[in-house]
């Protein structure tokens, strides 16, 4: 080696070290002129970006320091394992060794995460394929991959890391897993409580010690979040019931040696339980009190409840937020006398400054056109801020369905005391769906079904589907689209093109056919921001196709009126649906209506059909639901009511135990032909699993069904009503919503049809 060649005589074994020892070099060299720059030992990287890294260029005087700086910047890159400068002459010389990189990640063992997800977050960290191989940043990974699985109770799991070496300074990087067994919660024990059992307080957690169920629910899984999430439950339970000082004094969570067993230990301090003495107003309340006295939920002479404190406290606030007063705030204060266990509320009040909202600003929305979301709002810019209104607007952009976060943030403008900017946060989420699927129940037996639909069209909040099933008593090939604001006024327009193909439910397993093929054209108009009224028109044709087992009342009505008859159906209708849950629902209401009027054509009938659904929250676990369904037709012109509009009941969906669509009238073949009259009632009582905790997409409920077709000359009459009583199983599967029903028939006629045991994948009631 030439002797000219002076070594500055920093190697490092790291990035940290060679920082370290580029800033305390121990040997100086006279300063030089650089003449030029070379670097050594590159193999991926490109010169380029070493030289654009470096704090140094060509004719540039070198210096000690210069040197540090260089060293510094280029182990900060990340790319390089060891870093030196020589000099050659006039020439600095950059020797670098390069990390290996990644050629591939894999993960063994790994049942109780996706793989690919896996993948993704490793990726995340900078773990992936092609980019510098990190060791502390494996290690780190590594840990982080234990910590996950803690979190699944699965304690005894063991990752290794296994780094291996391949041909062009590459490197496999393996995860491999022994997940072992999950450890499993065997006592939980609650100490200090007095006023209630332990076993009432452990009824209230969704962690439990486990039952036969526990394989779906995993409920006696330990989780820090799921524990810290029964603490808060207890915690409300009692402050609801007076025990304004009660307090959680420690959490002991011990785990076996084996790592298999958890047992927990909740201390608690009940403290006394107090009862409201009265509630008073203090502060500014702009001379409504009597309009803030009516939101008062907190009532004198019951004992101490949070929940209703915080409500009081929340509707003050949003009471002034009406006003403009978006900075108000009001504080809910207990005077305590604790020689009589009674607590008066002071809710203080301070509206401070009125406020108007000077701009709205959208985020988040990288598709979804901002029109999209500013059509929706009722709060608008350059006006008073209105609390109600901007909920309200917050509300109708969740509505939307395109989002799966929408928050609204108020921001004060500074040097505008007077003024708030409002934040619209979005997080998107994909609104096209492509659905390939088949489903299977007691009635339609194979069900194949494809849809494609897209709920958000180029971001333009337009609606697009084509929907296709082939179930063995309807198949239907329906194009809809709609265009929420057809009008700037938010009138909606719907269009649908279908043909459909009915045979009503038969056990006898006729061939005969009803075709219907038609346009319609809808438009919704809303009169409230909870009401939408639909108004439209269309074209139907409907064939009757004879084939075997054809009802005697259909050749009748063909061998009259045709076997094609046209309609131009007319349509109203009205919807409203407040429900917290459109899956598993615990309280709310829906009700929608529907007519059709065709005075024109072959067909006159006139037809409507109104449904009303309520749901009554008992108590975390209980709810009681109701529904109730009413329909009439009639035709209209001296022609009687088109045998292929009649309605159909028996089964699911109306009265279980009885075969499906088999009440009502028959023709002289004993053929269930439906009518033009139908009642359905339902109600249930509806309760988690036994052994499934809280889990609200398993339950099981007790029903009651009533209701019955009558024919066009029949009435409506309550001893011709069928009812049954039963208990059924409610499953939110993979495959849809899932309910099977086991009834009694406890009101039946002879030559009824009964069916005991009955289920169908995505029906309601």
């Known amino acids: 080696m030439n002797t000219s060649i002076k070594r500055l005589g920093v190697r490092t074994a790291s990035a940290i070290a060679a920082m370290v020892l580029a800033s305390q070099a121990a040997w100086a060299l006279e300063p030089f002129k650089v003449q030029d720059i070379r670097v050594e030992g590159l193999q991926r990287i490109e010169a380029g970006t070493v030289f654009a890294s470096m704090p140094l260029r060509v004719g540039e005087e070198y210096n000690d320091e210069k040197g540090s700086a260089a060293i510094r910047a280029l182990f900060a890159l990340g790319l390089f394992k060891d870093v030196r400068l020589e000099a050659d002459g006039h020439v600095l010389v950059v020797v670098v060794q390069e990390r290996p990189s990644i050629a591939n990640v894999e993960f063994a063992g790994t049942k109780e995460f996706d793989k690919d997800a896996l993948v993704k977050a490793m990726r995340d960290v900078g773990l992936a394929e092609g980019r510098p191989f990190d060791k502390a940043l494996a290690d780190r990974a590594e840990q982080e991959l234990k910590?996950?699985?803690?979190?699944?109770?699965?304690?005894?799991?063991?990752?290794?890391?296994?780094?291996?070496?391949?041909e062009r300074n590459r490197v496999n990087l393996t995860f491999t897993v022994v997940e072992g067994e999950p450890a499993r919660i065997k006592d939980i024990h609650v100490v200090g409580n007095k006023a209630f059992s332990e076993s009432t307080l452990k009824g209230l957690f969704d962690l439990d010690t486990g039952g036969w169920l526990s394989w779906y629910t995993k409920s006696d899984r330990y989780a820090r979040t799921k524990l810290n999430a029964d603490l808060e439950t207890l915690?409300?339970?009692?402050?609801?019931?007076?025990?304004?000082?009660?307090?959680?004094?420690?959490?002991?969570?011990?785990?076996?040696?084996?790592?298999?067993d958890i047992a927990i230990t909740?201390?608690?301090?009940?403290?006394?339980?107090?009862?409201?003495?009265?509630?008073?107003?203090?502060?500014?309340?702009?001379?409504r009190d009597d309009e803030f006295k009516s939101l008062v939920t907190i009532?004198?002479?019951?004992?101490?409840?949070?929940?209703?404190?915080?409500?009081?406290?929340?509707?003050?606030?949003?009471?002034f937020g009406n006003f403009g007063y978006a900075f108000a705030r009001v504080e809910a204060v207990p005077e305590i006398d604790r020689s009589t266990n009674r607590v008066a509320i002071a809710l203080r009040a301070e509206p401070s400054r009125r406020a108007y909202v000077r701009r709205i600003q959208v985020s988040g929305n990288n598709r979804t056109r901002d029109e999209v979301i500013r059509r929706e709002f009722r709060q608008y810019e350059a006006s008073w801020y209105d609390g109600d209104r901007i909920k309200l607007s917050r509300d109708r952009v969740d509505r939307l369905g395109y989002f799966t976060e929408v928050n609204v943030e108020t921001q004060d403008v500074p040097g505008s005391p007077d003024q708030v900017d409002l934040v619209v946060n979005v997080a998107e989420k994909p609104t096209g769906s492509l659905q390939l699927g088949a489903g299977f129940s007691s009635a339609e037996k194979i069900a194949l079904s494809f849809s494609i639909k897209q709920?958000?069209?180029?971001?333009?909040?337009?609606?697009?589907?084509?929907?296709?099933?082939?179930?063995?008593?309807?198949?239907?090939?329906?194009?809809?689209?709609?265009?929420?604001?057809?009008?700037?006024?938010?009138?909606?327009?719907?269009?649908?093109?279908?043909?459909?193909?009915?045979?009503?439910?038969?056990?006898?397993?006729?061939?005969?056919?009803?075709?219907?093929?038609?346009?319609?054209?809808?438009?919704?108009?809303p009169f409230s921001e909870v009401d939408t009224v639909f108004l439209g028109g269309g074209f139907e044709q409907t064939k009757i196709k004879p084939g075997t087992n054809i009802p005697a009342y259909y050749l009748a009505y063909a061998d009259t009126y045709g076997y094609t008859s046209n309609a131009i159906p007319l349509t109203l209708g009205w919807s409203r649906d407040d429900r917290d849950s459109a899956l598993?629902?615990?309280?709310?209401?829906?009700?929608?209506?529907?007519s059709e009027w065709s005075a024109a054509g072959d067909a006159h009938y006139v037809r409507a059909n109104y449904q009303y659904q309520q749901y009554v929250p008992l108590n975390k676990k209980f709810t009681l639901a109701f529904n109730g369904e009413l329909g009439l037709g009639k035709g209209i012109g001296g022609r009687p009511f088109p045998v292929f509009k009649n309605f159909y009941s028996g089964g699911l969906g109306s009265v279980r135990g009885f075969d499906q669509g088999t009440l009502g009238p028959r023709d002289i073949t004993g053929a269930s032909i439906g009518g033009p009259k139908k009642v359905t009632l339902n109600a249930e009582l509806i309760a988690p699993f036994p052994g499934a905790g809280?889990?609200?997409?398993?339950?099981?409920?007790?029903?009651?069904?009533?209701?019955?077709?009558?024919?066009?000359?029949?009435?409506?009459?309550?001893?011709?009503?069928?009812?049954?009583?039963?208990l059924g199983l409610s499953w939110i599967s993979p495959l849809g919503p899932l309910r099977l029903a086991y009834a009694q028939p406890v009101r039946k006629q002879a030559g009824d049809k009964i069916q005991k045991l009955q289920f169908q994948i995505g029906t309601s009631f």
């Open 584 to 594: 598993a629902p615990n309280s709310g209401r829906y009700q929608r209506l529907n």
């Open 147 to 166: 910590r996950q699985y803690i979190n699944k109770s699965l304690y005894g799991a063991e990752v290794v890391t296994t780094v291996t070496p391949i």
């Open 266 to 287: 909740i201390n608690v301090t009940e403290g006394e339980r107090f009862v409201v003495s009265g509630v008073k107003l203090e502060g500014n309340y702009l001379d």
């Open 235 to 260: 915690r409300s339970y009692y402050l609801q019931r007076g025990y304004l000082e009660f307090r959680i004094d420690s959490t002991q969570v011990a785990i076996s040696p084996d790592k298999q």
């Open 455 to 525: 709920d958000n069209v180029f971001g333009s909040g337009n609606y697009l589907g084509v929907d296709i099933n082939t179930s063995k008593y309807r198949r239907t090939l329906v194009f809809s689209t709609t265009d929420p604001y057809f009008t700037q006024s938010g009138i909606s327009r719907t269009l649908d093109l279908y043909y459909r193909t009915d045979r009503p439910y038969d056990e006898q397993g006729g061939s005969y056919q009803l075709v219907t093929t038609g346009t319609s054209i809808r438009f919704g108009v």
């Open 694 to 726: 809280n889990d609200r997409t398993l339950r099981v409920f007790g029903f009651v069904d009533a209701g019955n077709v009558f024919g066009d000359n029949e009435k409506m009459s309550m001893s011709e009503m069928r009812a049954s009583a039963g």
């Open 299 to 319: 009532e004198p002479g019951a004992p101490y409840n949070a929940d209703k404190v915080a409500e009081t406290t929340k509707a003050f606030t949003e009471h």
